[in-house]
Structure formats: C-alpha cells, structure tokens
T-cell receptor, first 112, second 113 residues
Framework: EDQVTQSPEALRLQEGESSSLNCSYTVSGLRGLFWYRQDPGKGPEFLFT???AGEEKEKERLKATLTKKESFLHITAPKPEDSATYLC?????????????FGQGTRLTINP | GAGVSQSPSNKVTEKGKDVELRCDPISGHTALYWYRQSLGQGLEFLIY????????KSGLPSDRFSAERTGGSVSTLTIQRTQQEDSAVYLCASSRTPNTEAFFGQGTRLTVV
C-alpha cells in the first residue's frame, strides 16, 4: 500500500530561522511527488512537482528536493506569511493509479 | 474560470437528508478529483474522473456516496441519508491531464447535525 509520512507534525520557527520539512514515502513506483501549502479554511495551493531522484525545484524562500525514499522542503529565512500547513503527496506509477496519496502535513508557524 | 470553484462553501444538513456538492473545474482540465478532509486528518481520496468516466471510485466510503461528471466539466458529489460521520470539508481538484499537478477549490464544509 502506498504511504506518505511527514515530519515533524508541527514546527515553530523564528522569522529568519531556516529549516527543513521531511516527506518519506513508500510507493510502488513513483510517477510524481507534489508539495502543497494549505492555509486555514482554504484548499491546498500547489507549490512543486518532482518526478525523479536528484531533481530540485525552487520558488522564493522554498526549495524542494527528491531522493528515492524521501523529499525535503527547505525553507530559507522564513517570514510570518510562510506560516501554513505544508502537504506532501505522491502519485504512483501504475496506469490507472491516478489518485494522489497525501501525508498528514506539517503545520509550520513562523514567529515575528 | 480562473480556478476551481465549489458550491456551496458551507452546508448544514440534518441527519438522514441528501446533499449535493458541486465542482466547476478549470476550463480544459480533463482530470477531476474529489477528496475529503476531516478535522485534523489528512486528505482522503474519494473518486477520480477522466472526462466523464470514473475509472477509480475506490475511495467512496459507502454506497451512500456517488458522483457524476457531465460534459467533461461540472461534477456533482451526492451523499444520501447523511450521517454525522460525513461531516468534513469536501475538496475538488482538477488537472490538465492525469499526470500533471492538480489545483484545488476552496472546499465545501459539510456539517451534519
């Protein structure tokens, strides 16, 4: 069964304090790994897609990386507006397995 | 439209009543997904549409849940004889093709009283 585990469950940082969020996955062949950001009361907002080990994507203060077993979301010099729940999801390779399997998320709080 | 639109935003219903939730995907997106997010829980897959067909219904929790999609566009999720455990946020997402990133709507918060 495809599984996604995110750690930590919650993380509090001071503004400017860099850190990383982890997403470990077990999947029968990876088609893609997706990172989303979710603010309270809103739907998830797409951030990145990673397709193969070694791939990296960047957007502003965020950088996502991928290995064969896990992905990291690095946050550099975060600001309070980066506070949100960050979700990781995988899409398995077998044809017809189009659904995204989500982790439980990491709730990130950036204190000013 | 510019994004995925869901209606209503909030729905309060009495136990035992039927409800319909609507999703308008991004124009031109062929793939459409329904997910459920319960309080403090992760996103739970319900059903996937490619065009008007639903090749994966594996996440529907019971036969009280059904969904359809018409014209390759609008989708409706119907819950019959609602129960309190159906209370959750129902999220719809669409993607240009099945292998590309999915964009989510703001969700419908369903409360069964």
């Amino acid at each position: 069964e495809d599984q996604v585990t995110q750690s930590p469950e919650a993380l509090r940082l001071q503004e400017g304090e860099s850190s990383s969020l982890n997403c470990s996955y077990t999947v029968s062949g990876l088609r893609g790994l997706f990172w989303y950001r979710q603010d309270p009361g809103k739907g998830p907002e797409f951030l990145f897609t990673l397709y193969s080990a070694g791939e990296e994507k960047e957007k502003e203060r965020l950088k996502a990386t991928l290995t064969k077993k896990e992905s990291f979301l690095h946050i550099t010099a975060p600001k309070p507006e980066d506070s949100a729940t960050y979700l990781c999801a995988v899409q398995a390779a077998p044809q017809g397995a189009q659904k995204l399997v989500f982790g439980q998320g990491t709730r990130l709080t950036i204190n000013p | 439209g510019a994004g995925v639109s869901q209606s209503p935003s909030n729905k309060v219903t009495e136990k035992g009543k039927d409800v319909e939730l609507r999703c308008d995907p991004i124009s031109g997106h062929t793939a459409l997904y329904w997910y459920r997010q319960s309080l403090g829980q992760g996103l739970e897959f319900l059903i996937y549409f490619q065009g008007n067909s639903a090749p994966d219904k594996s996440g529907l929790p019971s036969d009280r849940f059904s969904a359809e999609r018409t014209g390759g566009s609008v989708s409706t999720l119907t819950i019959q004889r609602t129960q309190q455990e159906d209370s959750a946020v129902y999220l719809c997402a669409s993607s240009r093709t099945p292998n590309t990133e999915a964009f989510f709507g703001q969700g419908t918060r369903l409360t069964v009283v």
